[in-house]
């Protein structure tokens, strides 16, 4: 496998799309091709179906096998496809395997849904998935602080296609060091927390970062990943300032509104329904109002 490609496209903004619903609750596959088309013609090149912004745990299987294969789809050529998968071992094993199927480049592993993960379990889920597709990248999405740099080497030793990394403690420094346990030239670092984290995370050699709010507006993630690649962190800054406020309502409360504030402000924008799963919730009403100055203050 050439993986020159793949780690280019990890290297990158690497958007999570929405999975935008329609009044019965079904996924909206019209409102859903339009939003894709956008961030594509908007310029992202890389593209995580059934990421958590997509409500990957609030579909059904079915569900997150139709968003893989509109995704692809919808992208053709003009983007690399990193499908999220997961949940128990089979589960994930055939969601990998459907992805490979169907066209897809990458799998991102999302961490493993129990409340018991060892350091040794954790290297023997990502193997047995990651050795069931070798053809396909795979990027472990590591939200636990406490797994060693050394259990990503390990795991990469027997998995040549763990190519990437997505990092998501939200501690610059504890990224630093894993990075450089586990190999900071070994693997593609993509900052999992968004822009907010991407200027410090970048500092400490993330050369991408995943982003929720591109949905809403692709021309300013792209603005920030361009100044943090020719290292103009004062332009990154004034884009950090941009999105502060956005983000900050995104993360409040343990994130519980996530999902909730990048469909709100697409919603404010006429693109798709503002409808979320539970366990999200739509935001209260006096909150929307301050969602969609926020969105209009950006010129979309």
């Not at 990458?106 to 990502?126: I, K, R």
């Not at 519980?256 to 503002?274: D, H, M, P, W």
Request: charged fraction near 20%; hydrophobic fraction near 45%; charge should be negative.
């Amino acid at each position: 496998m050439d993986s020159s490609p793949l780690k280019a496209a990890l290297a990158d903004v690497v958007a999570i799309p929405v999975t935008p619903f329609d009044p019965d609750g079904s996924i909206d596959e019209a409102a859903h091709r339009a939003l894709l088309r956008r961030l594509l013609d908007g310029g992202v090149r890389t593209l995580t179906p059934n990421g958590n912004t997509g409500e990957f745990y609030a579909l059904t299987p079915e569900e997150r096998r139709t968003v893989t294969e509109l995704t692809i789809d919808e992208a053709g050529d003009r983007a690399v496809i990193l499908v999220g998968v997961g949940h128990d071992v089979p589960t994930a094993i055939a969601a990998a395997e459907h992805a490979r199927d169907a066209g897809a480049q990458m799998v991102m592993v999302h961490q493993p849904v129990h409340p018991y993960v060892s350091d040794g379990g954790w290297v023997d889920y990502h193997r047995a998935i990651a050795e069931a597709v070798p053809g396909l990248g795979v990027v472990p999405y590591i939200r636990n602080p406490q797994l060693p740099g050394a259990r990503l080497a390990e795991l990469a030793d027997a998995c040549p296609n763990v190519i990437g990394v997505k990092y998501a403690v939200p501690d610059a420094a504890r990224f630093a060091a894993f990075a450089r346990d586990a190999g900071l030239e070994r693997f593609v670092w993509v900052a999992g927390l968004a822009e907010p984290y991407a200027p410090s995370y970048f500092s400490a050699g993330a050369t991408g970062f995943t982003s929720g709010l591109v949905n809403v507006a692709p021309s300013v993630s792209l603005n920030m990943i361009e100044a943090l690649r020719s290292g103009d962190y004062p332009a990154a800054m004034k884009v950090w300032e941009q999105i502060r406020r956005f983000e900050e309502l995104r993360g409040a409360n343990g994130s519980a509104n996530n999902v909730t504030v990048v469909k709100e402000a697409l919603a404010s924008l006429g693109l798709c329904r503002r409808d979320v799963r539970p366990p999200s919730k739509q935001l209260p009403e006096s909150q929307r109002a301050e969602v969609a100055e926020i969105a209009a203050g950006w010129g979309i």
